[in-house]
């Protein structure tokens, strides 16, 4: 590995750990913008919970036509 790809991993490792944690599995949600929209969430019942609260709240956005349909 080069000594910039090594930097870019280690980089990369710092800010998920700094975001999630050590724990697995965990989950973020970044926006649009790329800033932190939700979570850190640690564990696999809140992962699946944070997941279906996305979920509904994005079948409400739809449903208000806040949001496209379109894939």
């Given at each position: 590995?080069?000594?910039t790809?090594?930097?870019r991993r280690r980089?990369?490792?710092g800010?998920?750990?700094a975001l999630v944690g050590t724990s697995a599995?965990?989950?973020?949600?970044?926006?649009?913008d790329g800033q932190l929209a939700g979570g850190p969430v640690n564990g696999g019942s809140a992962v699946?919970?944070?997941v279906r609260e996305i979920r509904e709240q994005l079948?409400?956005?739809q449903a208000g036509g806040e949001l496209s349909s379109d894939g």
């Open positions: 590995m080069t000594p790809a090594t930097g980089a990369r490792f800010v998920s750990t599995p965990s989950a973020v949600l970044l926006g649009a699946i919970e944070f079948a409400e956005a």
